[in-house]
């Protein structure tokens, strides 16, 4: 039993249960300016069960391709024994149940809707019939999807006030979902194309792919000028990841594995920026309170 525990943690990537719990408790939390039932359960939710459906969906549905690729096997994802399949995806499901059933309760049918739409994509994204993941732009698309999707809920969920500078937050975000997707990419070409997987890397070439990411983090960067202030300051944030990408513009698709070094700053970067994404978002309630 510890073994399938320890496997199944590893699944579920906790180096990046943050990046999708955040941005639900945050928009939660700013919109109702208190904590609550609904901000502890889906906070949970999203800091653990969706985590291990998204990546544990993953790991069995790239099975083959994982087992060859020599990044696998930390907190890149785990090279899942097949005797565990049937068991992720049983843990996937059962641990996502009485939440998802709480949320929809105390929910909104538009709640339900986005909710419903989070963990779609989840699916969609690794299991066949459709397993985006495999169709080139769309993988990058709804990877971001899976980030953006939480902080879109927790909007919803707390019946916050739409606006143009809160849809330009949602567009930087969602831009730099597809910018880190489509550099993370770039570093798996050979591995993907040996084993018979499409992807925006592969379609593109390894050098156009990380151009693409460079274009969508500028674009970030530019949507973030677009929010009420102090929020416009987060342009900056994208400064970083420009830099960490550029030095990859013209990588060979036959090199692609350097990128791997960038790919691993870039996950350190994420704390860094979380930070100061806080920082902002602390002095916008102030301003606002």
């Known amino acids: 039993m510890s073994g399938i525990l320890r496997q199944l943690l590893i699944s579920s990537r906790p180096v ?10 945050a928009a939660y939390l700013l919109s109702t300016r208190e904590i609550d039932g609904l901000l502890v359960v889906g906070t949970v939710f ?23 690729n020599p990044r696998k096997g930390g907190a890149h994802g785990a090279v899942l024994d097949p005797r565990l399949h049937r068991v992720t995806l049983w843990a996937a499901a059962l641990a996502c149940a009485p939440f998802v059933v709480v949320l929809v309760v105390a929910g909104s049918p538009a709640s339900w809707l986005v909710l419903g739409a989070s963990l779609f994509f989840v699916v969609a994204y690794s299991a066949p019939p459709l397993r985006l993941k495999e169709r080139p732009v769309a993988d990058s698309v709804t990877s971001s999807i899976h980030f953006f999707a939480p902080a879109v809920y927790g909007l919803v969920l707390a019946g916050a006030e739409w606006t143009w500078q809160l849809i330009a ?18 570093q798996d070409v050979i591995a993907d194309r040996e084993a018979g997987i499409a992807s925006i890397a592969t ?10 990411a460079l274009a969508c983090y500028v674009l970030a960067g530019l949507a973030m000028l677009g929010t009420a202030w102090p929020g416009k300051l987060a342009a900056l944030l994208a400064i970083p990841y420009v830099v960490t990408v550029w030095p990859y513009r013209n990588v060979a698709d036959a090199q692609c594995t350097a990128a791997t ?6 996950l350190w970067l994420n704390q860094l920026t979380g930070s100061g994404v806080t920082i902002l978002l602390i002095w916008w309630s102030l301003l606002t309170a």
């Open 16 to 25: 990046s249960w943050i990046n999708t719990a955040y941005p639900f408790a």
């Open 46 to 68: 999203f800091l653990i069960p969706y985590n291990l459906a998204m990546y544990g969906i993953n790991d069995v549905f790239d099975y083959a391709s994982d087992l060859a």
């Open 169 to 186: 937050l949602l567009l930087g975000f969602a831009l730099w979902g597809i910018a880190s997707h489509a550099f993370g990419a770039v």
């Open 203 to 212: 379609a593109f070439g390894a050098a156009r792919t990380v151009r693409f």
């Open 261 to 266: 070094a960038g790919w691993r700053r870039f």
